[in-house]
């Protein structure tokens, strides 16, 4: 999350004259004193959830949010499609299709990148094909390729194992929950699948899933970025924008949790409800919540594709599949 605390303490400061006081089961305001009892008084969770709306929605912090780019790599990546910030290396592996995002030509690479935008090693492992999604766990690193899910053993550099998918058409992106276990989109097949323990099982496919794409794990959930639909054109525009959807692992239900959005790429938790998108077609970095849908967005251009996020640094990372580069954004006050 943003680190910008005196900022939301000022915020703070401001509500010094309210008190939450139950009233029918419904929390109302009523003057107290100090910030001090305004924090003591209120539950834990309606301070957790203020903290959070403060730092991310415009309309409760009352400014704007300003983007500034950190750095830009223009060279050496060919079609980069995701970038993942793993917090063990404290390096960026980014996927490069190098082609066809269908092709099988044996031309995709992975590359590794510093949090300072240097080339650690523009072809860290190659003779993949068309890697997308890239997620962690432990010193694994996991990587979707096609149909297929590549397994990356990072202090070694190299693949350990391939791990194919049955009927799987376009594997996207990749989410993670607490114990490892693996969750794969496959966009064209409108389908999420389950890796764990050695097992692939389908979760769940549908056409509601509307082309799924950005898969993160949040709150025992998956999220998914879809792309919208009723049908993609050659071009990959759609009659109408995808939405955030929520998984239920428990029974595979599948809920919208947004209006409309955009054709989603990328996604990323920020916690309290609130996730990072792209939107591939238009070219841009979203901020939306599962309550309030946009809050914020960042032009850039189209072809603006997986993105990852580095939380120490407040980095968002934006591969653009089209123009071949990497930008490091800054969002702050």
Do not use: H
């Not at 959070?52 to 415009?58: E, N």
């Not at 993942?84 to 404290?90: E, G, H, M, P, S």
């Not at 390729?145 to 009927?167: F, M, Q, R, Y």
């Amino acid at each position: 999350m943003y680190k910008e605390f005196p900022f939301v303490a000022s915020k703070l400061f401001m509500l010094s004259d309210l008190n939450m006081k139950k009233n029918n089961g419904n929390w109302q305001t009523s003057g107290v004193g100090s910030p001090a009892t305004l924090f003591w008084r209120t539950p834990m969770k309606i301070i957790v959830t203020i903290l959070a709306s403060f730092i991310l929605s415009l309309s409760a912090l009352g400014i704007e949010l300003n983007s500034k780019t950190v750095w830009n790599i223009t060279e050496g990546l060919e079609n980069p499609e995701s970038a993942y910030y793993d917090d063990n290396t404290k390096q960026i592996f980014v996927s490069n299709v190098a082609g066809g995002p269908g092709d099988v030509d044996g031309n995709g690479f992975i590359s590794k990148i510093g949090i300072d935008g240097r080339i650690i090693s523009l072809k860290w492992i190659e003779g993949l094909n068309a890697p997308k999604g890239i997620r962690s766990y432990g010193n694994l690193l996991y990587v979707t390729d096609i149909t297929s899910l590549v397994v990356i053993d990072i202090d070694a550099g190299k693949v350990i194992e391939k791990v194919a998918i049955p009927n799987a058409v376009f594997l996207n992106d990749i989410a993670i929950d607490r114990k490892g276990g693996l969750y794969v989109s496959d966009f064209l097949g409108n389908a999420i699948y389950s890796y764990q323990n050695g097992e692939v099982k389908l979760v769940l496919q549908s056409e509601d899933l509307e082309f799924p794409n950005g898969l993160t794990y949040y709150r025992g959930a998956l999220f998914a970025g879809s792309w919208g639909g009723p049908a993609i054109a050659d071009d990959f525009t759609t009659e109408f924008g995808g939405q955030l959807l929520r998984i239920d692992l428990k029974d595979s239900s599948l809920e919208a949790r947004t209006d409309r959005l955009g054709n989603l790429d990328g996604l990323e938790s920020l916690g309290f409800g609130y996730f990072l998108a792209t939107d591939f077609i238009a070219g841009k970095i979203l901020i939306v919540s599962t309550w309030n849908s946009l809050q914020f967005e960042v032009s850039l251009s189209s072809g603006s594709a997986d993105l990852g996020y580095v939380p120490q640094k407040r980095l968002i990372l934006v591969p653009n599949l089209v123009e071949s580069t990497l930008s490091a954004i800054r969002i702050r006050p």
